[in-house]
């Protein structure tokens, strides 16, 4: 089975929280233990597990993946619609993350949270997908 639910963005780079969203229909699925599957829907925007207590994280994660992959470096694809610099990081971070299900819940460890990763926004819509494996 499979829930898409949809995310706004309201920066150009921005990571967001997501894992409230996702464990709100892990557990009302009532699958007890098994594995979650979270994958965005496009090829501009990531999925990352990491801290979500401090927020500054990030922003760093962003500015280093800008340090490391600056925007309009020369990529060929911005001849297109000047946006490379977002394929190549999303590609880097991957599209999706999986984890584990048990007790009925997301096994996360203390510290970690789900983020989408926007690298080429604002975007009225980011589709997520949650599927789920029993
Ligand atoms: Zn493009």
């Given at each position: 089975m499979a829930e898409i639910f949809s995310v706004s963005t309201s920066q150009a780079k921005q990571c967001i929280d997501i894992t409230e969203r996702v464990r709100e229909i892990v557990r009302k699925s009532g699958v007890k233990s098994g594995l979650c599957q979270v994958m965005v829907l496009h090829a501009t925007a990531a999925i990352a597990i990491n801290?979500?207590?401090?927020p500054n994280i990030g922003v760093d994660l962003l500015t280093a993946l800008d340090r490391a992959i600056p925007d309009h470096a020369g990529w060929l694809h911005d001849r297109i619609d000047n946006n490379a610099q977002a394929h190549i990081k999303a590609a880097i971070l991957g599209p999706s993350e999986l984890i584990p299900i048990a007790d009925g819940d997301l096994l996360l460890g203390t510290w970690q949270g789900l983020m989408l990763i926007e690298?080429?926004?604002?975007?009225s819509t980011r589709r997520v997908a949650v599927s789920l494996i029993s």
């Open positions: 801290e979500n207590d401090d690298l080429d926004g604002p975007r």
